[in-house]
Structure formats: structure tokens, C-alpha cells
């Protein structure tokens, strides 16, 4: 049983910055990328980016790789998405996931974190 559990969302002011946080636990050793996807109201989970389970294929789609960077926890068990200068479009439920090979496709990850809300509002 594989578990993820999200941290770190809130409400922030457009130009703010969060930081998400995603802890792994239990049987984990099959899991061998990890990926940020979020979702705003009405519209399709949409991928962030991945990172392979040594740091390797470290990725953020294009249009938030300016923004938001991705990192591995000291343990490895931790996923952390930095978001800067966050905008209004950026709110959305923030999912962490888990899969046991690359993909950027929500459906090749089986393992799911509850999701935390990022709002960004004035």
C-alpha cells in the first residue's frame, strides 16, 4: 500500500509564493517517478511536472517552468513543488502522484495524494 500525503496549500495574493509538499510512505520501492497535476473548477487535471525517484528527469511542462520548481526531500520520500509568483490562473487543487515509470499522463500514475487547494486571490 503506497500513500501520499499532500501539505502546503492555502490562500496566497497574486505575486506570492507556496511551497507544496508531498510525503510518500509505505510500500514505495515500485514507484519510480513522482508528479505534481492540478486541477481547477470545470477544467481537466492538467500535469505540472515529474521527477524520477533519484532526481533524475527532472521536469515542469513549459508554460510553469519559470515559476515552479520541483526537488526531492533530503529522504526521498518527500516531494516539494516551489511555486513563485503565483497568478489567479494558478488556483487549482494540487494532486501529487506516483507511477512506476515516466510519464506525463495522469493515466500511468496509480498512486494518488488527497490533493490540497491553492487559491490565489486578491
Known amino acids: 500500500q503506497v500513500r501520499l500525503v499532500e501539505s502546503g496549500g492555502g490562500l496566497v495574493q497574486p505575486g506570492d509564493s507556496l511551497r507544496l509538499s508531498c510525503e510518500s510512505s509505505?510500500?514505495?520501492?515500485?514507484?519510480?517517478?513522482m508528479a505534481w497535476f492540478r486541477q481547477a473548477p470545470g477544467r481537466e487535471r492538467e500535469f505540472v511536472g515529474l521527477?524520477?525517484?533519484?532526481?533524475?528527469?527532472?521536469y515542469v511542462t513549459d508554460s510553469l517552468k519559470d515559476r515552479f520548481i520541483l526537488s526531492r526531500g533530503s529522504g526521498k520520500s518527500t516531494l516539494d513543488l516551489q511555486m513563485n509568483s503565483l497568478k489567479p490562473e494558478d488556483t487549482a487543487v494540487y494532486y501529487c502522484?506516483?507511477?512506476?515509470?515516466?510519464?506525463?499522463?495522469?493515466?500511468?500514475?496509480?498512486?494518488w495524494g488527497q490533493g490540497t487547494q491553492v487559491t490565489v486571490s486578491s
Open positions: 502522484a506516483g507511477a512506476r515509470y515516466y510519464s506525463r499522463s495522469s493515466t500511468a500514475y496509480e498512486y
Open positions: 509505505g510500500v514505495t520501492f515500485m514507484i519510480t517517478h
Open positions: 521527477i524520477g525517484f533519484s532526481s533524475e528527469h527532472i
